[in-house]
């Protein structure tokens, strides 16, 4: 757990090997075979940390209603949820935020024998790096006030809460956004929860969920599937 908490990846090279697994043996640009393998993986060989196939269709679900321009990801890890994304979402461009520079070259990778690089920015950084990362937003990717149209939080469960409200201080999101959250049980957000509990009505209208930690069948989840009601 320490170095996973410092590093985002297990510790046992399962990253690396997810990615070579990928490029070995997915089609060259396609994308839903890159999925198809990449749950295998998580399955049959090792854990992932990404939103997994069972909750990844509600993922799906939100972006066909969405149909998206724009989407912002909080926490690319391997590329998996973003691979989910392009797929649904085929007219958006996905601006993803990674804190480990290890991850965001295997997401590189994947993302790039899958055919869909050209719709992906990873930029290594967090939201809360005291306005690096959120300038580089500004400055090179070109957020605006109502820029935004999806969002997909699924890192640090801490930062949800306090990621949300500096993306919402920023104006970027237009009424009706959606924003979807993992994770929300297990390990567990309880503050952004509570967030979305209160502002029910009034900012956010939310959907929850109930659902199974991803690649197993017996620890229960929750996805919030958020609508933003503001201005």
């Not at 998206?68 to 691979?83: D, F, N, Q, V, W």
């Not at 390990?187 to 929860?193: N, R, T």
């Amino acid at each position: 757990m320490p170095r996973l908490l410092k590093t985002w990846q297990v510790g046992d090279g399962r990253e690396e090997m997810l990615a070579k697994k990928v490029l070995s043996t997915a089609r060259p640009g396609d994308p839903r075979d890159a999925i198809s393998v990449i749950d295998n993986f998580g399955w049959g060989e090792s854990f992932l940390m990404n939103v997994g196939d069972e909750k990844g269709a509600i993922l799906d679900s939100a972006l066909v209603k969405a149909a998206p321009k724009r989407i912002l990801e909080l926490g690319t890890y391997c590329g998996y949820s973003a691979l989910r994304m392009a797929t649904a979402a085929p007219q958006a461009h996905i601006t993803s935020i990674e804190f480990s520079a290890a991850n965001k070259a295997i997401a590189e990778r994947i993302l790039s024998h899958a055919g869909v690089a050209d719709r992906v920015t990873i930029v290594h950084g967090t939201l809360g790096d005291g306005g690096s990362t959120i300038d580089k937003l500004d400055h090179e990717e070109g957020f605006t006030p109502g820029s935004i149209d999806f969002v997909f939080i699924d890192h640090d469960k801490k930062h949800y809460l306090s990621d949300l409200k500096l993306i919402m201080e920023k104006g970027w999101l237009r009424k009706g956004a959606i924003v979807v959250a993992d994770n929300i049980k297990f390990p567990g957000a309880p503050d952004y929860q509570a967030y979305m509990d209160t502002e029910e009505g009034r900012n956010w209208r939310t959907q929850a969920h109930e659902t199974h930690v991803e690649y197993q069948s017996v620890i229960k989840d929750r996805v919030l599937v958020s609508e933003y009601l503001g201005q």
